[in-house]
């Protein structure tokens, strides 16, 4: 006979699992075991996983869950399709009605499923019912159970209670229990772990265990062998129309695509309704028509949209205006969105403005009720939360915890196995002496990577289904209200589920709120649907220049260098630089920035120049992969797709190694040798994981160029829209430095100017109240609605006669100089003097609330004004950055007898070692092909931002010195990369250490033999 774990928990029974699927189902096969049941704590939340590594490890998966409840807890086996649809329903009652009773429930509806327990009031209650087992754990006392079960008739059944893979991860789980419980590891209840024996063990491991009950080892592999079902991957669609059938909703489709074709061409050309039948016939045949009119629904909801991803391929979408691109004229491949071999259902995606977005949920969740529900977000420990909760538990005080974790936060990146050793070795930790117990911490926090800790909400991700959704997965609520599954989004799209996703994006939010702005500025209507702006020639060379802050995704230092490189600000180009902007693209880039300016080049094979010919030859899109693999190697359309599918997955080693072997064997029978098949699969791997399709980059370049027009022609409300919405690559200080070299002259806070918002007009930029830190949301309601109903704001007196507000925010606002234009000619000291002067204790509240006393009687005395450094730090204090001046500004004593220049002069110094000064902007840790860690750093003068590189050698000298809060000096070698200026790093040091000292003594040098070019 053998045996089969019936009770088993992986790492996503949540802090309490230590084991991942693949060592589990891995050890399983190790044992001589044939079946192996996964039964995570109140979920499935791993089961497609599960599922996967079952069949790659030669496994036969059984499907289950354990459910607890404070009172009883049984292990829940599924048989039948029955059965899986009732262990979906008892989970999500588990966790979404507070009156779940798990006895009663299973009284009522066991049908398809095997019980186990231990809870001796539940096995009465179901003992007259089939396959209900007692269930007899290790390092429990089983004898009783067994007692009770035989007293009663009741089968047992062995398990171990598995919740680690060997015995030395006890310890582990411990500490998971702990962080959990936010306990420490010495104040852990024994109750709240698992005992030291719940680990995977042996056949004869569980017969030592349960001497004389062999019946109880062996019944395990009987049981196994009943619960072979597992749930079906096919589509669930169809999930509802207005009443429709699948034939009416597809008439319903095609009328409206004809529809829609009028509005978006006019005359329907041939190409048109060739192109609209394909793809139609398609979505026909998949019965996928539900889900587009679905979309349309949903999109019809909002008036600006940003329809994205694949789907913008199909011309069916850009008729129903679920996107924007038209897929004709710029070429879309439509088989990378669908095509006649694909079986899962497509993706669409759609951006809504970000602060409507809850609203088009909140108009799904009402239509579709309990047949839908959002995506999960597994979140796992990343090393540096890991390390923390880890040292917290042992009992270590923050301060020094901290120590560590900052130098972590830098380290996010890192892919090393031992994290000890990249401690020891990392310059950001020089200096730093790690006692016992850190030894210790850092093994174990390195062991909790990637394990999942809790469930979050995906930032899109919907469901909608026929019926019930808890027929098919599991759901929660989750903290913010929202009812999600308990999958995450490659789960849910590989179980066979419909998943649309709705996302909040803020730029679609910049460019209406500019575009309200200048019509309250100007009167012009502008019509976000109306605004195409690709041929505008203040826009493209707007882009050509990189001169792109605040623009939708085209802001970060990258993609501003590339467009710089390529000195090209086209649609068609745009497109292709959103899309090739990627890490693991950069060996590609300068290839292709050369062939843009016309070098010459012979293609790695003709297919590449025939397919590529837009690119230059080089591999861009996702699509890519799927039309050269297609035509170089011979793969169908599914292949080609299954490919592309697999290079973006993480778990796809086994796959990816059986499509490279089926691409090599493809491309050598067509006559290509194999030099030339591994260039072009290294070229292949470059989208592993992070990449774009051309749909998607072209759906994205188009509200990067309506952005782009705004910055060029509404600067003002373009910048006061950026803020406003908080959304940006940068932060609001970079971006108030960035208005003003635009020419923007800054306005402070104003009681009677300032919206909530930022507001921009012609030339100017005024800060809104919503930047003062500290301003109580009720309070900042109360100014401004006093202030639309009753007018402005006469005097200060006046501003205290119509409202009463909570001394700490009047505090902030004169601190912000909100009421200097109306101040009487009283000093901001003075006014503050006047609202300590004006307190006293609200009866029985022990707070202060303003007393209004006569004007007249109260006499204030003459404070003077603050200085400039006081208003300064008060600027810093209520607003967060000094606005008076740029903080270089502030070190021009600094300045004299030091020679550099200015980084808005950086391309009259190419090739030269230079000194420059900076405010630190903004920074990207990178790792080289040797797994040194380098860094690209965005500093400021008052003339530009400008890019500086520190190589390994500086990276490694001056990591641990970097301040966002001091002023850089800076020497090395300005690069000119095919146009693209940045500093080479050689020497750092700070500007302000200058004050009484020589330059040469702050400078810290590289050695040459580390200084990279």
Request: charged share 25%; glycine share 8%; proline share 5%.
């Amino acid at each position: 006979m053998n045996f089969t774990h019936l009770h088993t928990h992986s790492h996503f029974s949540m802090m309490r699992g230590t084991a991942g699927l693949a060592e589990l189902c891995r050890r399983t096969a190790d044992l001589g075991m044939h079946h192996l049941a996964v039964t995570d704590t109140n979920g499935l939340y791993g089961l497609m996983f599960f599922l996967d590594i079952a069949d790659e490890t030669g496994i036969q998966p059984v499907t289950g869950a354990e459910i607890v409840t404070p009172k009883e807890r049984a292990v829940i086996l599924v048989r039948n399709p029955e059965g899986y649809a009732s262990l979906c329903r008892l989970l999500t009652l588990r966790h979404c009605d507070a009156g779940f009773d798990l006895s009663g429930e299973l009284r009522q509806n066991s049908g398809g499923l095997v019980i186990l327990s231990d809870s001796p009031a539940l096995l009465v209650q179901l003992r007259q019912q089939k396959h209900v087992y007692a269930e007899l754990m290790t390092g429990r006392h089983w004898r009783p159970v067994l007692r009770h079960a035989e007293e009663n008739g009741i089968l047992p059944v062995a398990t171990a209670g598995v919740h680690f893979l060997m015995p030395d991860e006890w310890h582990l789980h411990r500490l998971l229990r702990a962080i959990d419980l936010n306990t420490k590891l010495s104040r852990l209840p024994a109750h709240e772990c698992a005992p030291a024996a719940a680990w995977l063990k042996s056949r004869d491991q569980m017969l030592n265990d349960f001497p004389g009950r062999p019946d109880a080892v062996d019944i395990t592999s009987e049981i196994a062998g009943a619960c072979s079902f597992r749930p079906a991957r096919d589509s669930i669609l169809d999930a509802g129309f207005e009443g429709l059938n699948r034939s009416e909703i597809m008439q319903h489709l095609r009328q409206k695509c004809i529809r829609g074709a009028r509005w978006r061409y006019g005359d329907l050309t041939p190409p048109v309704r060739e192109r609209l039948a394909y793809e139609l016939d398609i979505v026909e045949s998949k019965g996928f028509g539900s889900i587009f009119l679905m979309m349309e629904d949903i999109v019809s909801q909002a008036p600006r949209t940003c329809g994205r991803g694949s789907a913008a391929a199909s011309i069916v979408s850009y008729v129903l205006g679920i996107t924007h691109v038209d897929p004709l004229k710029y070429n879309l491949f439509f088989e990378r969105f669908l095509n006649p071999g694909r079986k899962d259902p497509p993706d669409i995606d759609v951006d809504f403005p970000w602060d409507e977005r809850d609203g088009i949920l909140d108009y799904v969740f009402e239509k579709y009720g309990d047949r839908a529900a959002m995506v999960a977000n597994h979140v796992g420990f990343r090393l540096r939360a890991a390390v923390r909760e880890v040292a917290k538990v042992y009992g270590l005080p923050d301060a020094e915890i901290k120590q560590v974790t900052d130098r972590l936060s830098n380290l996010w990146a890192w892919e090393s196995d031992s994290v000890e050793a990249v401690v020891r070795s990392h310059p950001m930790f020089r200096g730093l002496t790690l006692d016992p117990p850190w030894p210790d911490i850092l093994k174990w926090a390195a062991r909790m990577r990637g394990m999942v800790r809790y469930l979050s909400v995906h930032c899109g991700g919907v469901v909608i289904v026929p019926d019930r959704l808890d027929r098919y997965v599991p759901c929660e609520n989750a903290p913010k209200g929202v009812r999600i599954i308990q999958w995450e989004k490659d789960q849910t799209e590989d179980s066979g589920l419909v998943k649309m996703d709705l996302l909040g994006n803020r730029s679609l939010a910049v460019i209406r709120d500019a575009l309200a702005a200048v019509y309250g500025n100007t009167g012009e209507i502008i019509r976000y649907s109306d605004l195409n702006p690709l041929d505008d020639t203040a826009t493209q060379d707007l882009i050509r220049r990189g001169d792109t802050v605040g623009v939708f995704y085209i802001e970060s230092p990258a993609m501003r260098q590339l467009q710089k490189k390529t000195n090209v600000g086209d649609y068609g180009h745009l497109v292709i630089h959103s899309s090739i902007i990627r890490p693991a693209a950069n060996t590609y880039i300068n290839a292709y920035v050369r062939r843009l300016k016309g070098e010459a080049y012979d293609p790695l094979h003709p297919v590449l120049d025939d397919v590529l010919k837009e690119t230059y030859g080089i591999m861009v899109y996702q699509e890519d992969v799927t039309k050269v693999s297609m035509q170089l190697a011979g793969f169908s359309a599914v292949d080609g797709d299954g490919l592309r599918k697999t290079l973006s997955k993480k778990r796809n080693h086994r796959k990816l190694s059986a499509y490279r072997e089926q691409f090599f064997r493809g491309a050598a029978e067509r006559g290509t040798d194999s030099g030339t098949i591994s260039q072009i699969w290294d070229m292949i791997l470059s989208f592993s994981g992070y990449s774009f399709c051309k749909p998607h980059s072209a759906s994205y370049a188009l509200v990067s160029f309506k952005s782009a027009w705004l910055r060029a022609h509404h600067p003002a409300e373009f910048m006061a829209a950026v803020i406003s919405n908080q959304g940006g690559y940068y932060s609001t200080f970079a971006y108030i430095n960035e208005a003003r070299r635009m020419g923007l002259h800054i306005l402070p806070p104003d009681i009677n100017a300032s919206e909530k918002q930022y507001t921009g007009r012609p030339n100017r930029l005024r800060i809104g109240l919503m930047q003062l830190k500290g301003l109580k949301t009720g309070a900042l309601g109360s100014v401004l609605e006093n202030r639309m109903q009753n007018g402005p704001y006469r005097s200060f007196d006046d501003f205290r006669r119509r409202l009463i507000l909570d001394p700490s925010d009047m505090r902030i606002l004169i601190k912000a100089g909100c009421f200097d234009r109306i101040s009487g000619g009283r000093s901001r000291a003075e006014l503050l003097w006047q609202v300590y002067a004006d307190r006293k204790p609200a009866t029985g509240s022990g707070q202060t609330v303003l007393s209004l006393f006569d004007e007249e009687i109260m006499r204030i005395p003459d404070l003077g004004r603050y200085d400039f450094k006081t208003l300064l730090l008060h600027e810093v204090e209520v607003l967060g950055f000094p606005l008076s001046v740029h903080p270089l500004d502030l070190y021009r004593d600094c300045l004299e007898g030091l020679q550099f220049i200015r980084a808005a002069d950086m391309h009259k110094h190419a090739g030269r070692i230079v000194t420059m000064i900076g405010w630190w902007v903004t920074n990207k840790t990178v790792f080289t092909g040797k797994e040194e860690p380098m860094s690209f750093i965005s500093f400021e003068d008052t003339t530009a931002l400008y890019e500086t590189i520190f190589f390994p050698g500086a990276f490694n000298r001056f990591c641990n010195q970097w301040s966002q809060t001091r002023p850089a000096l800076l020497r090395g070698r300005i690069e000119d990369d095919l146009g693209a200026l940045s500093l080479n790093v050689h020497e750092m040091g700070f500007l302000d250490v200058r004050r009484g000292k020589k330059a040469g003594k702050i400078l810290q040098p590289v050695s040459q033999l580390a200084l990279e070019t």
